[in-house]
């Protein structure tokens, strides 16, 4: 895998210096091209060290060596993929720069301004790779329901999803979450699913979740990217840890008398008959145990499992998968049309939704959609929610 990205990278930076060479003055010179190709050379190197030594690389490479390397990789690639809007903004330049009249001082001052391209695309890599390894932030949600059990007002859940601990993120990711939670004392931590991209990673994940102050301990559910490493020794290894895996079951916590039934449902993977009906059978069998004036809790990893907890009088569910796109602006994410709920509090009448931006990511990027963890503390009542 690692020489594959190695290779990949290579092609990428390929393309970014001939784009570069073609596309500013000054580009062609030997100083450049020197430097170019030492800067890729040191951002390749992780991968290929990853490609030699296999995942096991990851403790052997310091993380700022990881950070620089993907800073210049994602700077590398919004040159290349933001090709069709930079180049023509150059053209301008160029054209401007050889009018006739044109006295050499602005003409030259005019042919530098062409490295703003690449300077803005650094500093846009830089930024977006620092804030997707920042301590995540922590939203707090203060819901309402009128039919909540008197015993579980102002009880807090606290939710993480999407760690994906691996060869970009380390399981001290998962130790920041755990620790934001216990400072904000909730009464239970659950984790939404893709909590890690390898398998080897379990054993320091379980150490990490020893840390969990919560009353009622840990809770958590599969994603697709458990899946992806294999079930069968993410079950056995993450069995012997502190965390209480659900998969399609239900998990009932007594608190100060009331009762609060949590429904933990597997990654609706399509079947036969389309995901909806997969997610019916999971929810059906998670939720057999419930009484009346159970307070319903459903962690889902796909936020669209929600359309099928709110048909069953499921009062909360919390979700991921998302990563909220990664981008937002003015706290809406960019990639919306891509998910029918993809980041935030979503209500359908006393059914209510709410989707964690996660704490990993697809690609170390993160622009106006920070990390974070999220407080939940419910209230009896018919106050409006505050999120």
Not at 114 to 122: H, I, K, R, T
Not at 135 to 159: A, M, N, Y
Request: proline share 5%; with cysteine; glycine share 12%.
């Amino acid at each position: 895998m690692g020489l594959f990205f190695a290779t990949f990278f290579l092609l990428l930076h390929g393309m970014g210096f001939v784009m570069l060479r073609h596309g500013v003055a000054g580009a062609r010179h030997r100083t450049f091209t020197v430097g170019y190709w030492v800067a890729a050379a040191l951002a390749l190197a992780p991968w290929l060290t990853l490609g030699l030594w296999s995942w096991d690389a990851v403790d052997r490479v310091p993380a700022w060596i990881w950070n620089t390397s993907i800073a210049w990789t994602v700077s590398v690639t919004v040159l290349v993929t933001g090709w069709p809007v930079w180049r023509p903004l150059l053209g301008l330049l160029e054209r401007a720069a050889a009018r006739p009249g044109v006295d050499e001082a602005r003409r030259e001052l005019l042919k530098k301004l062409g490295w703003l391209v690449p300077s803005g695309a650094l500093g846009l890599g830089s930024v977006g790779v620092v804030a997707a390894g920042l301590r995540p932030k922590v939203t707090t949600l203060t819901l309402h329901w009128p039919d909540l059990p008197e015993g579980l007002h102002g009880f807090k859940i606290g939710h993480f999803s999407d760690v994906h601990v691996g060869p970009f993120i380390s399981p001290a990711t998962a130790q920041a979450a755990v620790e934001a939670l216990n400072e904000a004392k909730v009464d239970v931590q659950v984790m939404t699913g893709d909590l890690l991209d390898d398998v080897e990673f379990v054993p320091a994940l379980n150490r990490v979740f020893t840390g969990v102050k919560a009353q009622h301990g840990l809770l958590g559910i599969l994603g697709n990217h458990e899946h992806w490493v294999g079930i069968p020794q993410y079950m056995e290894g993450i069995s012997k840890g502190p965390m209480k895996m659900l998969v399609n079951e239900g998990h009932v916590i007594t608190h100060n008398g009331a009762r609060l039934h949590v429904s933990g449902i597997d990654y609706p993977f399509r079947g036969m008959d389309g995901p909806a009906a997969v997610t019916d059978r999971f929810l059906d069998k998670a939720l057999a145990g419930v009484q009346d004036g159970d307070f319903k809790l459903c962690l889902a990893h796909h936020p669209t499992c929600w359309d099928s907890a709110k048909t069953r009088g499921v009062h909360l569910t919390l979700s991921g998968h998302t990563h909220g796109g990664q981008v937002a602006l003015g706290g809406k994410s960019v990639f919306a049309a891509l998910y029918r709920y993809i980041l935030g509090f979503y209500q359908d009448g006393p059914a209510k939704l709410f989707v964690t931006a996660g704490l990993g990511h697809w690609f170390p990027f993160r622009f106006g959609c920070p990390a974070e963890v999220v407080v939940v503390t419910l209230q009896r009542g018919a106050g409006p929610d505050v999120t």
